[in-house]
């Protein structure tokens, strides 16, 4: 493995890093600056294209989230087994499983299925896809009936 994949691999892992910091710490307008101007963000079925399209996401995304925990707690994202494929100069492809605490404990979990590629010198997302797999029985984001709400509160 040359050098140059490290560093990149390296960058790679703190893009995603980055971005459950910054959700988790409600820093919105950073987590939008970690996708292309033309990204895609997939969440279930819902396809959001683009920095305004995600930063709408997002917004919603807060909104809901204070609502559906009510008011004082927290919103913790964990990223485990982060696979890195470089598939090409300045693009790459990425696979992880995310684990999301609140204050009921482990709340719900998924999978991230990212492309990434280089931008003014810098790795961000091309393409990421969330999907989550399942919630606990006491999910504070866990849809009120199939098919509704939790898809689109899960970032």
Same mark, same amino acid.
């Given at each position: 493995?040359? %050098?140059?994949?490290?560093?990149?691999?390296?960058?790679?892992?703190?893009?995603?890093?980055?971005?459950?910091?910054?959700?988790?710490?409600?820093?919105?307008?950073?987590? !939008?600056?970690?996708?292309?101007?033309?990204?895609?963000?997939? !969440?279930?079925?819902?396809?959001?294209?683009?920095?305004?399209? !995600?930063?709408?996401?997002?917004?919603?995304?807060?909104?809901?989230?204070?609502?559906?925990?009510?008011?004082?707690?927290?919103?913790?994202?964990?990223?485990?087994?982060?696979?890195?494929?470089?598939?090409? %100069?300045?693009?790459?492809?990425?696979?992880?499983?995310?684990?999301?605490?609140? =204050?009921?404990?482990?709340?719900?979990?998924? =999978?991230?299925?990212?492309?990434?590629?280089?931008?003014?010198?810098?790795? =961000?997302?091309?393409?990421?896809?969330?999907?989550?797999?399942?919630?606990?029985?006491?999910?504070?984001?866990? %849809?009120?009936? %199939?098919?509704?709400?939790? =898809?689109?509160?899960?970032?």
């Amino acid at each position: 493995m040359e %050098p140059a994949d490290l560093l990149a691999r390296e960058a790679i892992r703190d893009l995603v890093a980055r971005y459950n910091a910054y959700g988790d710490g409600g820093l919105l307008d950073r987590m !939008v600056g970690l996708f292309a101007e033309d990204a895609v963000l997939e !969440v279930g079925d819902d396809r959001y294209e683009g920095h305004d399209a !995600v930063r709408g996401l997002f917004a919603g995304t807060a909104e809901r989230s204070a609502a559906a925990v009510g008011g004082a707690t927290y919103v913790r994202h964990s990223v485990t087994t982060h696979q890195i494929d470089l598939v090409a %100069p300045g693009r790459a492809t990425g696979r992880a499983y995310f684990t999301v605490l609140t =204050r009921v404990g482990l709340d719900h979990w998924g =999978r991230y299925l990212d492309d990434y590629r280089v931008v003014d010198g810098r790795w =961000r997302f091309a393409r990421r896809r969330v999907l989550t797999d399942d919630f606990a029985p006491s999910s504070l984001f866990a %849809p009120s009936a %199939p098919g509704e709400g939790a =898809r689109r509160l899960e970032t």
